[in-house]
């Protein structure tokens, strides 16, 4: 088992920052990506950006720029930066970690972080 506890998120004014973190534990082996996804009310889920054991990341087009995932291995902890804020970024951010064990994969998340970014 992995767990995932996320922090940082809140209410700022469009044009502002926030770096929300999320802090693993627990079965930390064979981790092969961690990240975090949103879910805007009425929408999907959505992945906001990912990174991987190898440092490879993922992200969305509508944060290009603007986010950057990096990780702390040391204190199993990933981070999003996220800089020039919108509205339409206000959302929960979920992290998630993805572990491989043989053939299996297994998937885990947070409990969310609400982001409110006001116009």
């Known amino acids: 088992q992995v767990q995932l506890v996320e922090s940082g998120g809140g209410l700022v004014q469009a044009g502002g920052s926030l770096i929300p973190s999320c802090a693993a534990s627990?079965?930390?082996?064979?981790?092969?990506?961690m990240g975090w996804y949103r879910q805007a009310q009425g929408k999907q889920r959505e992945l906001v950006e990912a990174?991987?054991?190898?440092?490879?990341?993922n992200y969305a087009d509508s944060v290009k720029g603007r986010f950057t995932i990096t990780r702390d291995n040391a204190k199993n902890t990933v981070y999003l930066q996220m800089n020039s804020l919108k509205p339409e970024d206000t959302a929960v951010y979920y992290c998630?970690?993805?572990?491989?064990?043989?053939?299996?994969?297994?998937?885990?998340w947070g409990q969310g972080t609400r982001v409110n970014v006001s116009s």
């Open positions: 998630n970690a993805k572990r491989t064990q043989g053939s299996i994969s297994f998937e885990y």
């Open positions: 627990g079965s930390m082996f064979s981790i092969n990506a």
């Open positions: 990174i991987t054991s190898g440092s490879s990341t």
